[in-house]
């Protein structure tokens, strides 16, 4: 392991002197001013991660199981390689980045896009999720292989994501629906042409339930980039989880969680 990430986890390590006192609910309450600052909560070698649980295939429960998923594996391994036990809080969207603010959890571990509003605000990993937009067409279908094709063809969008801005911007004429499951259910039937998501949504269904009977037929030159986020200033935590992603992405653990959730590396 490198000397800095050593000197990081000795430093974190010999935090417990400092350590938060752990309280009923999971968390740990905050520190006196001043101690363990630089590492958050990170103390008797625990790392706490906020999650939502609810978010499949990147964070969930399998019926009645343990919580399991792509950001929850990625963590673990993490963990893992920085010799830190991992100790999940399951966090709701709403609230997750006021936990991180209030000191509740260390990290948050839920497809975190990078944007640059957010960076204004927290520390970022390096990403371990890269993903574009998408158009979904039916396997049998040749008119359409770039997103200028969609002009004057239908699509199935949510009318409040970012996909539906995509898909009109291209010159297609909106079917709205919920979510996938009913664009998948209109696509598949014939009453539209294509559907504009994300790869990562698409590589799931494809996963799941395969063989479709459908393809990606163009995708964005721009990506949408995922990462641990934490809180502003915590920059020797994160060059320590950097250091653990690379290794993770060098030995090829990074890539065999995402084949095992998407048939496919999403991870660079």
Not at 27 to 33: I, L, R
Not at 46 to 68: I, K, N, Q
Not at 141 to 155: C, E, N, P, R, Y
Not at 227 to 235: L, S, T
Request: glycine share 10%.
């Amino acid at each position: 392991m490198p000397r800095r990430r050593l000197t990081v986890l000795a430093a974190t390590l010999g935090l417990s002197a400092l350590a938060l006192t752990a309280c009923s609910g999971g968390a740990t309450s905050e520190a006196s001013p001043g101690a363990g600052s630089e590492y958050g909560l990170v103390s008797d070698g625990t790392l706490t991660v906020a999650t939502e649980g609810t978010y499949r295939p990147f964070s969930f429960h399998e019926g009645a199981g343990d919580l399991t998923g792509f950001d929850v594996e990625i963590a673990q391994a993490v963990g893992e390689k920085l010799g830190l036990e991992v100790k999940f809080q399951e966090t709701q969207w709403d609230a997750i980045f006021a936990g991180l603010d209030a000191g509740r959890f260390d990290v948050i571990a839920n497809q975190v896009s990078i944007n640059p509003e957010r960076e204004q605000k927290y520390t970022f990993s390096t990403p371990y999720t890269v993903s574009r937009g998408v158009v979904v067409t039916t396997e049998g279908d040749t008119s359409i292989s770039s997103f200028a094709d969609l002009s004057g063809k239908t699509t199935a969008q949510s009318l409040t994501s970012n996909w539906y801005e995509l898909a009109t911007e291209s010159g297609a004429q909106v079917e709205a629906v919920e979510g996938w499951a009913q664009a998948v259910a209109l696509l598949t039937q014939g009453r539209v042409d294509a559907t504009v998501n994300d790869e990562l949504t698409f590589l799931d269904y494809e996963k799941t339930n395969s063989p479709t009977g459908l393809k990606i037929a163009a995708e964005t030159e721009d990506t949408s980039e995922s990462a641990f986020a934490f809180k502003k200033g915590q920059d020797a935590l994160a060059e320590a989880v950097d250091g653990a992603l690379d290794e993770l992405r060098a030995d090829g653990t990074l890539a065999e969680i995402s084949q095992k959730y998407f048939g496919a590396d999403v991870t660079q």
